[in-house]
């Protein structure tokens, strides 16, 4: 297993079009997260799933962004309409939970989109 | 979750210690302390966790103490390749995971020739 992976890593697209990228997980995790992050800021949660139930949504994904995790293996991450504010890094991470014992994220190496 | 204060950067130069400080007064009873490491144009990468006291691996060591609203997380003799952001992060990894937790803006850590 050679951990997270996210395709594509860069995405350049116009404003209007819709977007999705993919997320690929460690095999075994249980968890997995999609946060958002822009230029000089930390991570921001998203959204994540355990196994393919979608347990939590911030308030920071609008209606415009939907995420999915089918049969709890791979997720991807769709934007509709991309707006200029929309530009950031998206990353994915993923987690084993065993129990109710959280054993830590791994994260992958991001995709980065740019609206123009 | 516990709201986490960092310095915003820190230099030093190569050869030297390192020791970054996280507060959080709120920590609490069941929260553990991670820090993760961050280099351009890629996730955060597991550092160093511990409850209290101190935690030493191969890459750093993370001083907490008793009141555990502080801790310090120290690299030693840092290299050009140690320059990046550090996050301090707080949170229950009992509790059912560490879901939605804040980042903040972390340190970023300049390594100089």
């Known amino acids: 297993d050679t951990g997270v992976s996210q395709d594509p890593r860069h995405k350049i697209t116009k404003r209007g079009q819709n977007v999705t990228f993919r997320c690929d997980p460690i095999?075994?995790?249980?968890?997995l997260y999609w946060y958002r992050q822009t230029l000089g800021q930390g991570p921001e949660f998203l959204t994540y799933f355990q196994n393919e139930a979608q347990l939590e949504k911030s308030r920071l994904l609008s209606d415009r962004f939907s995420a999915e995790r089918p049969k709890g293996s791979f997720s991807t991450l769709e934007i509709q309409r991309t707006e200029q504010g929309d530009s950031a890094m998206y990353l994915c991470a993923s987690s084993l939970i065993s129990g109710r014992v959280d054993y830590g994220y791994t994260f992958g190496s991001g995709t980065r989109l740019t609206v123009v | 979750l516990a709201k986490t204060t960092q310095p915003i950067s820190m230099d030093s130069y190569e050869g030297q210690e390192v020791n970054i400080t996280c507060s959080h007064n709120?920590?609490?009873?069941?929260?553990?302390i991670t820090w993760y490491q961050q280099f351009p144009s890629q996730g955060p990468r597991f550092i160093i966790q511990?409850?209290?006291t101190k935690v030493t691996n191969e890459v750093a060591s993370l001083f907490i103490p008793a009141d555990r609203k502080s801790s310090t997380l120290s690299l030693p003799r840092v290299s050009l390749s140690d320059t990046a952001v550090y996050y301090c992060?707080?949170?229950?990894?009992?509790?059912?995971?560490?879901?939605?937790?804040?980042f903040g803006t972390g340190t970023k850590l300049q390594v100089i020739p």
């Open positions: 095999s075994e995790h249980n968890r």
């Open positions: 511990g409850y209290k």
């Open positions: 992060l707080v949170g229950d990894p009992n509790s059912g995971g560490y879901q939605k937790v804040t």
């Open positions: 709120n920590i609490a009873t069941n929260d553990y």
